[in-house]
Every structure is written in C-alpha cells, then in structure tokens.
C-alpha cells in the first residue's frame, strides 16, 4: 500500500513510522488510521523488523480523532460502522514492541493511541489530554480505560471530566509514561530504546509483551500462573541456552529467536 499519511521508514531492524497531516496536527482520520493499522501488521509481518517506533511532528504526536470528520455523523453511523474498532484492534493484535515517542499535542484518540504503544517515551513539551468532554462526546479508545489503569481513577477522571492537559512531568510522576527526554533528544532516546529491544531475542520480547498485557485482563493468580507458565517454556528454547552461556562465558549473546 503506498501512504499519503504516514512515513515509514526501516532501518537496522527498527521500524520507524511517522504520522504525516501536519496540517491537521496528525488528527486521525479514516485513511490514516487505515494506514497505520496496514503499516504496523506489515512491520509485524517483516522479518527485518525486531522493534517499532510510533512518533508524530515537534508539535503534535496527534491532536485526536479527526473532528471535521466525524462532526456530521449519527449514532447509526457509527454504530454500524464500528467506529475505529478494525483498525485499532488490528494494532494491537502487532506482537512486535510498539514504542510511542511522543512530543507536543497526544490528545483525545491521539493519547489513546500513544497508550496502545507498549511503552511512551515523551519530549518535555509532551501535552496528554482526553478533552472529548468539550466536544459533547468522550474517549472511545481507551481514554476512560487504559488511561486509568495507567494512572488510577483520581487524576483519569479529573483529566475525562475537566478535559485539562497534562505535561510530562506530571504523566511520567502519574506512571503514563516511561521516560522524558528534551525536545531534541527524543527520536535519539526512542530509537535507542528501540535498538536495544532489537538485540534480544523476539521470543521474549513476544512473551514479555503478552505477560504483561495479560496483567490487564485477568486476576493476580491467574497472572502469576500464565507467567509462570511462559517463563517454563522459554527453556525450550534455543535462546535461553544461548543467553546463559553467553552470561557463564562472559560474552555477547548471539540471539537467533529459536
Ligand atoms: C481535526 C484538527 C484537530 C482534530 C487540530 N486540528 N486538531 N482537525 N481534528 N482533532 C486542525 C485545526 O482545525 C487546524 O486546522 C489545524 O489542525 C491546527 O490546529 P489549531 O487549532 O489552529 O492549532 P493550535 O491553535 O496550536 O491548537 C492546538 C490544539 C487544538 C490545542 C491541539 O488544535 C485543539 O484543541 N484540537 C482539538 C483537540 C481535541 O479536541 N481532540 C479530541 C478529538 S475527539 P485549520 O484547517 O483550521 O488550520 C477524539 C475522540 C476519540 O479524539 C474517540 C475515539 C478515537
């Protein structure tokens, strides 16, 4: 698929795509989350991909769902269309670890989507907000749910209810997000990150996100058990032997996700 909104870029096994309607600060409208959703299941699909990173422009990671639109459309019309469904639930069917690099506006779907990424990591410009509230509406993907496993009910409801923004100090302080770097470090930091996510082996890095997915759906038992259950397996694998010999030998591990 060639894309109009979105770049993506490969590159020593890091898949870098860059949400691209400057005009509309990134807002997510029906082509581009279409692309998104297309760009992402084909990195997952590419052998040469081991990590992905999501970013946006200096300004707006995204300024949300595309308000102009959606203005015009009916309860039946989203109803029956499923409004965003299949196309978020195609991203986060990626076992691949997402990292969102965020700077400037993430708001409304635009947060929503940073928080389907595995982790964030945000410029110190970074603006979190789910002001759907100021619209008539409120968030649709994840805004009311990611966001207060995230950061607990007190500042979610406060940031749903009141439609306030929220700098990076205060998202990294409340646990949104993982790390904060100045303005012009970010695509270095993310990509970094993403470099190292890149060395290890693809099976852990697919067993760590889905463990740690999983915590969101069901019971403390029943979380320690699946753990538990998945750490056994990966001694099936080759890599787990290459991992601790290479530490007993004191070298690099030369990880062949088998
Ligand atoms: C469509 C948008 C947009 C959006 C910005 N633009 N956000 N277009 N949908 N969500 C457009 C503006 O209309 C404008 O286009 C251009 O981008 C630049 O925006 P400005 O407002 O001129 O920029 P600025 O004054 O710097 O203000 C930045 C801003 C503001 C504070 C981020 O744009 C803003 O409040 N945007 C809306 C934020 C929002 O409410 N998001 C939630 C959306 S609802 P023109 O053509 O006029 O120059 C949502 C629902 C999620 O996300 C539910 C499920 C997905």
Do not use: W
């Not at 076992?95 to 993430?106: D, E, F, L, Q």
């Not at 409120?138 to 500042?155: E, N, S, V, Y």
Request: aromatic content about 6%; some cysteine; charged content about 25%.
């Amino acid at each position: 698929m060639a894309y109009e909104t979105i770049i993506v870029e490969v590159e020593d096994h890091v898949a870098l795509v860059k949400l691209n309607r400057p005009d509309a600060l990134n807002a997510l409208n029906a082509q581009l989350l279409t692309e998104l959703a297309d760009a992402l299941t084909a990195a997952q699909a590419n052998e040469k991909v081991r990590c992905i990173v999501l970013t946006g422009s200096e300004k707006a990671f995204a300024a949300g769902a595309d308000i102009k639109m959606m203005s015009e459309k009916s309860f039946v019309d989203v109803f029956m269309e499923d409004l965003f469904t299949p196309e978020t639930d195609q991203i986060l069917r990626v076992r691949k670890p997402i990292i969102a690099a965020v700077s400037g506006y993430a708001l409304g779907g635009g947060c929503e989507l940073a928080m389907m990424c595995d982790f964030i990591i945000a410029s110190d410009t970074a603006k979190f907000g789910q002001p759907e509230i100021n619209l008539g509406v409120m968030a649709g993907i994840g805004g009311t749910q990611r966001l207060t496993r995230a950061i607990g009910k007190a500042k979610a409801m406060d940031m749903n209810l009141t439609g306030r923004f929220m700098g990076a100090e205060e998202a990294e302080r409340a646990g949104l997000i993982s790390r904060i770097v100045p303005v012009k470090k970010l695509m270095e930091e993310a990509l970094g990150a993403a470099a190292k996510i890149a060395e290890k082996s693809m099976i852990t890095t697919a067993a760590i996100k889905e463990s740690v997915n999983r915590s969101f759906e069901v019971t403390l038992a029943e979380g320690l058990l699946f753990e538990r259950r998945v750490f056994h397996s990966l001694f099936a694998t080759e890599d787990q032997k290459e991992g601790m010999s290479a530490f007993v030998d004191k070298r690099t591990p030369q990880f062949r996700d088998r």
